[in-house]
């Protein structure tokens, strides 16, 4: 471009082309970019954090957001922070000191649980707001949403407890340290549900469960549907009346617009015909279990048969009749003793490390006392009614043997302790436990390897043998408990496999067989209640009386005979 004339080729510098290398730099920094951005509005819309938790934070978290790093998130409106007893043991007792929730498993605690609510948290004022906005996520339950305080295991106590004051407020209820609210979507409807169907479209609770009937062997799982339904007494005081009459489940967890209002909670479950019992003629009368849970322990005295029914409650059963005479109602159920009177039933509805003992009015079902107290470290617990006592005995399991450490004594009719006395015992666990002699007239029955014999008591001359099936998988125990009267007769009971054998002890002869679910099957026979009434539980959760006098000799018994579920 010298002396004013044009430029030419050579003064024309054109511009280098980038190269390949830069090109797929350029391309990965604009990718991230949008990337980062993509993040940043899922993380606004959806209110999550951009990264994984416990990547950035250690240790205990000082607030509701750091918590959502290293914690997880537990509804709309708080996250939980757990420390490991075992990986960090100085921040798990400070986790203890500030009152978190302790997560135990035998023999020892494994984690401690804080809760951090959200700052500003305002309180929703109807069912809709609440689903939207705020409350629990419970998927099984649809038709309703949960607001939870707690102050004992929140990490900011003073802000826990305004909350607490603030859902007091809006009509929450108080109990063992929470404040809740529970909005309820209102039914739709003019009569009570009769079925599983009737539940769901009346907005019930719609959930599944799965029931395993051959737990003790290669079992087949079969679905339950299940359905809840409240009915309110201020939205529906009439259908309420309706349920409390018909036996429901009275609540007070349910509230409207008007504030704290009562319950009746109804349970329906849809059974496969499959676990349908065909029932034998000697059955003699059916307890309607309606709340449709599992029996977990029996007791029995007199007149009456005691039913627990793990988180729903105690009933009272005519052992005549199968009727129910009351109902006891329990957040927890652990253990059920009844003293040889039959008027206490003591009942332990403790939970985790504590021990919480009530004494129920056989006749009326009334509480007469309740003690409570905590489990030494490691320890288990079990407790007997002796000498007008009930003696709570604690034991821990070390070297094959069980140590029992010290016993208290509490008044049966009080219910006050008397006092605390350490114990040194040991007792070895002992393999051979299940081989036991029975003395039964003039001969002794035991049992082996090979099958049960029977000898007589002084020249010990072989009388009867009696040989075990070879598919059999685990020899039966026997003791004196195994011997019953059925009138005039005796009988030897005992399980085997599937079946329970009635034996006649003077001959070793099978009288008849009753085919189970399994050994493990919830199954007494009592004659202290009837002479030979065996109670049996059903696949459909209700209780059976069976009268064993009614079954002829030579009978297999079985309520399954008509579905894949019959003894072969």
Known sequence: MSDGLPPTTEDIVLPSKPSRLRRIMVNIAFLLTVLAVAAVLFSLLTKRPIFPRRIFLKGMPKSYNECLISGYKQDRYSCIWSV?????GKEYDKCVGLGGEMVSVD?????????????NFTFPKSFEECKKNFGVDELNYPNKCLVIINTKKAYDKIYSQDLFAECKKNNGVEQEGECFIVFEKLPQ???LASNYSDCVSFAGSPYIDYFEPLSSEAGITYEIKRCDLDYNSENTPALYRECIQRGGEIIAVSYGDKGISSGCKQYYAEIPPVLRPTLHPAVVWKFENIYKDPIHKVAVSKNRVFLGLGYKGIYAVDSQSG????????????????????????????????IRLVDIDSESGKERWRYEMLKPDKSFFTYEIKDGEVIIIFSKYE???????????????????KKEEPLSESILNNPDA???????????ISNDNDGLKAVEQQTRTLVWNYEYPKSIKYIPSISEKNLIKVGDESL???????????LQPESGKVKWDYCGLSSMQLLFWYTELSPGLMLVEGTDWNLYGLDLSKIPEGDSVDFFKNTELACK
């Open 84 to 88: 490991s007893w075992a990986e960090k």
């Open 107 to 119: 023999p020892g605690p494994t984690s401690c649980s804080l809760i951090y609510y959200i700052p």
């Open 189 to 191: 409807h003019n009569r």
């Open 323 to 354: 009727k129910s005479r009351w109902y006891f109602k329990t957040e927890f159920f652990d253990d059920l003793i009844v003293d040889n009177t039959g008027e206490h039933l003591i009942v332990n509805i403790g939970a985790n490390e504590k």
């Open 399 to 417: 070297n094959n043997a069980t140590q029992r450490l010290k016993q208290a004594h509490l008044g049966l009719n009080d219910g006050i302790l």
């Open 434 to 444: 299940w081989k036991k002699e029975i003395p039964f007239k003039n001969l002794i």
């Open 492 to 502: 030897l009971l005992i399980w085997l496999g599937r079946k329970l054998i009635a």
